[in-house]
C-alpha cells in the first residue's frame, strides 16, 4: 500500500524557515517524480514544487522561487521542502505527492505550516 | 502560470447529473491530454479521480467521467449520491516554466 506521511509543520514567526519531510513507503520511491502541493485556509490547491525521480529536473512556483528548496534521499525514501523567509501567505497544509506521467496519483495527510508573528 | 478556470459552485439533486467545467488555455488544457480531476471532502487529502481527461483510477465509481473540448475540460458526475459532496478541483500540464497549473475549485453540494 502507497503510503506517504508529512511531517515537520508548525508555528513559525514572519521571516522564519522551517523544513518539511515526507516519508514514503509502499512503492519503489526512485522511480517517481514527487511534488509538494499547498493550500491555504480556505483556499483551492496552489502547486509548489516538483523534483524528478533522480532530482535531475526541479521546478518551483513563481511564489516560492528563490525561498524554497526541494530535495530528496532515494535511499531513505524521503522528500523534503526546505522553507525560508517565510510570509504570511506561506501559511496553508503543505501536501506531498507522488507523479506518475503527469497526475498526482497519491497524496499525503498534509502538514500545516502557520506563520504568525 | 494563471489558476484554470472553474464554477465556485455546482448543486444537484440525488440522482440527477451535473458538469464542472475547467478552462485553461492552448497552453495547458488545450495543448495537452494530460487533465485530470481531485476530490476533496473537507479536512481530508484530495484524490485522484479523473487522469488524461478521462480515466477513471480503480475503485472510482463509472458514475464519473471526464472529456474535453478545446481548451475546456469536463468532469461529470451521473447519478448523484450524497457522498460526492465535496471540493473538486481539476489540474493540467502546462508548457510555461512550472509544470502544472490547478483550478479554482468548484464545491459540489447534493440538494
Known amino acids: 500500500e502507497v503510503q506517504l506521511v508529512e511531517s515537520g509543520g508548525g508555528l513559525v514567526k514572519p521571516g522564519g524557515s522551517l523544513r518539511l519531510s515526507c516519508a514514503a513507503s509502499?512503492?519503489?520511491?526512485?522511480?517517481?517524480?514527487m511534488n509538494w502541493v499547498r493550500q491555504a485556509p480556505g483556499k483551492g490547491l496552489e502547486w509548489v514544487s516538483s523534483?524528478?525521480?533522480?532530482?535531475?529536473?526541479?521546478y518551483y512556483a513563481d511564489s516560492v522561487k528563490g525561498r524554497f528548496t526541494i530535495s530528496r534521499d532515494n535511499a531513505k525514501n524521503s522528500l523534503y521542502l526546505q522553507m525560508n523567509s517565510l510570509r504570511a501567505e506561506d501559511t496553508a497544509v503543505y501536501y506531498c505527492?507522488?507523479?506518475?506521467?503527469?497526475?498526482?496519483?497519491?497524496w499525503g495527510q498534509g502538514t500545516l505550516v502557520t506563520v504568525s508573528s | 502560470q494563471s489558476a484554470l478556470t472553474q464554477p465556485a459552485s455546482v448543486s444537484g439533486s440525488p440522482g440527477q447529473s451535473i458538469t464542472i467545467s475547467c478552462t485553461g488555455t492552448?497552453?495547458?488544457?488545450?495543448?495537452?491530454?494530460?487533465v485530470s480531476w481531485y476530490q476533496q471532502h473537507p479536512g481530508k487529502a484530495p484524490k485522484l479521480m479523473i487522469y488524461?481527461?478521462?480515466n477513471r483510477p480503480s475503485g472510482v465509481p463509472d458514475r464519473f467521467s471526464g472529456s474535453k473540448s478545446g481548451n475546456t475540460a469536463s468532469l461529470t458526475i451521473s447519478g448523484l449520491q450524497a457522498e460526492d459532496e465535496a471540493d473538486y478541483y481539476c489540474?493540467?500540464?502546462?508548457?510555461?516554466?512550472?509544470?502544472?497549473?490547478f483550478g479554482t475549485g468548484t464545491k459540489v453540494t447534493v440538494l
Open positions: 505527492a507522488r507523479v506518475e506521467d503527469f497526475y498526482f496519483d497519491y
Open positions: 509502499g512503492f519503489t520511491f526512485s522511480s517517481y517524480s
Open positions: 523534483i524528478s525521480s533522480s532530482s535531475s529536473y526541479i
Open positions: 492552448s497552453s495547458d488544457v488545450g495543448g495537452y491530454n494530460y
Open positions: 488524461e481527461v478521462s
Open positions: 489540474s493540467s500540464y502546462t508548457s510555461s516554466s512550472t509544470p502544472y497549473v
